[in-house]
């Protein structure tokens, strides 16, 4: 019978290495362009799809990663540092988009992304898609692309966006019989 | 009319969000209903092309802007943990001593459990064993077995891939044991090399007289390192389920602490405390389990080296942990990637084909050949399904490739299958060679494969019902197939010695079309006197019996029909005593005890539940039911296991609801009956005694004026 020893500590399977996430912390500028180099896509992507909008997105890049030496001091190693960073990334999207709020409202014409990771044969497919996704409300973007892209729970989108569980639910679903009606 | 699932439902569905029961209901919905497969294709398709969009480069000189606002001293402080919602685990996985483990198990093996003056022992020796081990056996009766020079000792064997329930279970003999004392007797046996897990019954020559430790049994466990093994405690929880869900729920747990590195165990565990409801209960185990998947996660995610029982244990546990949808996605993927032939990845496969097909039949017969070309048969689902698209799309050569796959994987289901045959003009033959040879393997079938806890006696009586139902179901092909003295000789055989109405109405028929007026009518007196015949039925059957025999005359037909009724039902009873001292409380909130409830007279129980669909459904009948049996005396009581609430007390009188509903506290009356699932109903008899278990509600008028 094959022997089954306790899980391994997760730290043993990170992507980011402890001396790398020290180094950072102490702000040495090789080891934040070598986090650049490994999330700054993710971070970007992230943001972009909360903000839609590649002004904002890029407005949070920068941020994250001024801010990300003092704050991998409360990352504690026991989850993937890539989930963690993309909770950051959201949670400071989030921000931006109430800042947002406040200012302007954004136009379509803005909601372009700048480069589609897409086979040839399905970015028509794609591009229907996220004209569909620009064209929600933005309450029922933000709830879509956190429930179906970041893979929140309704009960954290709650928390986030300080709404009840059902309403996130509410929404999501709307979102999705939006989406559906529109690429039918 | 076909009632479609919410859409939201359909969302949930689709997200992997709904719980087993509910995602099982929509499944078989789904299998059925093109219109909702296209809806969860679609929005499982939005899902995947969302997945990837937008994976946008950054503008390429971010990384100097951020350098630069650094020399400047900008400085931010980003919204960390206070804010973000915490997945990490507030425990660590623990090991258990194995000493401690097996006390649980022991409790739960041998824990006192019923009144039995005449308790005998069944010793083991190793009473740990391995595999292959010889192992020694003393047996000491206090009971009436221990007169005889010989007993035998037969055992139910399981190996790693039992299935769950003991349909088709093999049974044997593996020992004869001698006396070497008054009520003493010894032997031995060799516990071959695959079984895991063994339970014992003793009885005597013929099998006329059996200990089963009061259908306890007696068991043994296949250690390693000293403690069961993980496939061991599986094993007997399949065993379990269906006889002793809490037994089945304590194996679990015990399963838990003594393998807490296995995914599987948590979801198993997870899975029998929902069924029970008894998560909700222990607020801070709910708390961990809920956090449990991301302990694994965080851990497993990237580890090369697991075994497909890891990784589809880790897309179960994500599932009933309400787990985020990309690490559901992630295990998923891994588990059709790296384990395709999987049992639990046969079962993905199994739906998607059905699911992804959008009710294109032809094209579900060939995806699922396909998959069966390459993984056999894995998982039940692959037959069960193969055979469902086959017979829906009437394709006889599919249909005959997959009855003879699901025969293999599920014997015990194969005269059920060969009577479908019957209502297909091209296989009825195929279908009648079927039943005749389960007919000729049951009449030449021994006695050495009943169950442990089967006499001889009540199995030669089983084996009768079971003669019966084949006869009558080869009458009724005969009859379809045009050959009617053929068919009202095996339908009236069926029709001897049991209560069939639908053989009684088909050999009424059959007479009438012989001009046997008198034998068709008489036949159709026992339709009028059963309770579950329609109103409309009987009223004509009574107008006809009248006509041809005489009003004096069709009333004693009559008479005779209720009299040999209640004789054939009185004959089916069982005789156990409940504990019946348990605590319940009605729909206003006030408790008391079941038994004050049921005081001295014959009662129906029926256990129900809101969120259960077929609960639901037969809230009008059961309605009905209740109107009838009050009129005749007999009570009803209706247990849910959902706690008295405003949303219960306005659903139930949304529906009109009269019958009296009680809350099951603390499991107590589901434990009692060894009830499981709903809609399920028992009947007593005015002194407390079960005299009939989950029978169906259109027989529990029929049970219930027996005992009249």
Redesign the interface.
Known sequence: ??E???????VE?LLVSRGLLRRARA?E?DA??AL?QMF??V???TA??ILLN?AD??DV????????P??TG???A???FE??LR??TV??AL?KLRSRRTRSQVSLEDCR??????APD?IE??LA??NA?AALSEDQRIV??L???????H??IG??LSISQLAS?SR??RA??R??EQ?A | MTIHPRFATLAEYAQSELSDKRRARVSSHLIACPECQATVRSIVRIGELARALYSVEPPADTMQKVRERWKAGDRIILPTAESVPSRRPHYRLVGVGAAVALLVCAVVFFGPRTARADRSELRFTPGTPEPGDTIAVEYVSTSWLGTAEHLYLRARYRTAHGQPYNRGAHHRTISQLERTAPGSYRGSFVLPDSVVYALFAVEDSGGRRVDSNGRRFWELLAHDGGKPTFQTLVQRQNDLIGRNWEAALATAQAATELHPEVPLAWYYLRSYQAALNQAATDAPASHDQANRFYEFHSALQGRPDLTGDDIGGMLWLGRISSADTISIVYWRRRLLEEAPAHPLAVQERVLETVVLDGGDLGRTVRDLETLWQEVGPAHPSLPRLGLEAAIQLRDTAAITTWLERRDTVDPWAAVNNSMRLLDIPALRQHGLERLRAELRRLMRAGRLNRSLEESAGEWDSAREDRVQTILAAIGKGLVMSGRVTEGLDSLEQAAAHSWNLSAFKMIADVKFELRDSAGAVSMLSRLAVDPSTQPALADSIHSVGAELLGVPGWLRTIERARVLMHERTLAEASNYFLRLDVAVADRHGTSGLLSDILADQVTVVAFWSRSCAPSVNQIPQIQEVTDRLNARGISIVVITSEEVSPALTRFLAERGVDFPVYHDLNGQALRAFSSWGTPEYYVLDAHGRLRFARVPLEDVERFAEALK
């Not at chain 1, 089954?4 to 997760?10: A, H, M």
């Not at chain 1, 992304?113 to 897409?118: F, I, S, W």
């Not at chain 1, 429930?147 to 729970?153: C, L, P, W």
């Open positions: 019978m094959r089954k020893g306790l899980p391994q500590l997760p399977n702000s500028p934040l362009d650049f700054g896509k971070v970007y992507s972009y799809r590649p997105a890029d890049l920068q941020d994250v990663f001024l801010g990300l003092q704050a409360k990352y504690d026991r989850g993937s989930g963690w909770r950051v949670n400071t921000m992304p700048m480069g589609l990771a897409t399905q497919e794609r898609l996220e996704i879509f692309v429930k179906q892209i970041e893979g929140y729970s009960e954290e928390r986030l639910r999501y679903h999705i019989k989406l559906r690429l």
